[in-house]
């Protein structure tokens, strides 16, 4: 598993830009992997069914091992190539781009279109919002009550983020921490607390930071 990488929220996004009167719909999502991606662009190449072109990209994979690019009938390398090249200068995992265009009536170019397809999917993006998701181990400290302040108030100061709150006979305390931080973690709470509290590892996720 990665440590961390760049990825689009969750939610499907779309954005529509206008250029010399053709209309260009940017729709985004994360996907995880090339058949959810596939069934992503047919759905929406059977709602815009009258579009002029509905062109597209994706990246998924640790390693990027999946690329694909198709101008679906844009001339070649002027549609699904531009939008590949963005998710590639963002370092963006795991996403597929359909860009839906609709003609205006007024022919952009070869480089127009290179430029179009880029900003749509650039703007889109930006809409959307890109998120790091960092590999995260969950640590459980558990404290007594008399800790709670202290504790609480310097691990929200610090860069740590604390899940969650369990009050039982004594205090849980989950706490978000970076799989490389776990150990400075161990020994920052001991020397906090002088030895009193418990510390017990929990589960490794992802966290997803908003850029």
């Not at 002029?52 to 990209?57: F, K, L, R």
């Not at 994979?61 to 390398?77: F, H, L, T, Y």
Request: net charge negative; with cysteine; glycine share 8%.
């Amino acid at each position: 598993m990665l440590s961390r990488y760049f990825t689009v929220r969750q939610e499907v996004g779309q954005h529509e830009i206008i250029i010399q009167k053709s209309r260009f719909i940017a729709h985004i999502k994360r996907v995880e992997s090339e058949q959810e991606a596939q069934e992503f662009i047919q759905t929406l190449k059977k709602k815009y069914w009258d579009a002029s072109h509905n062109c597209s990209a994706y990246m998924i994979g640790e390693n990027d091992q999946v690329q694909k690019a198709n101008d679906d009938g844009e001339p070649s390398g002027t549609a699904g190539v531009p939008i590949l090249e963005v998710l590639k200068k963002k370092k963006l995992k795991d996403t597929v781009v359909v860009i839906t265009r609709y003609f205006g009536g007024i022919k952009l170019g070869a480089g127009g279109l290179i430029r179009a397809y880029g900003k749509a999917t650039s703007e889109g993006l930006d809409i959307v919002g890109i998120v790091e998701r960092r590999l995260v181990q969950v640590i459980h400290v558990t404290i007594d009550y008399t800790w709670l302040g202290k504790i609480e108030k310097e691990i929200r100061d610090s860069d740590y983020i604390i899940k969650e709150i369990h009050y039982l006979d004594t205090v849980e305390v989950e706490v978000y921490v970076n799989e490389d931080q776990v150990s400075a973690f161990h020994g920052w709470i001991t020397e906090l607390t002088n030895g009193q509290a418990a510390l017990k590892k929990g589960k490794t996720d992802y966290l997803e930071v908003s850029l």
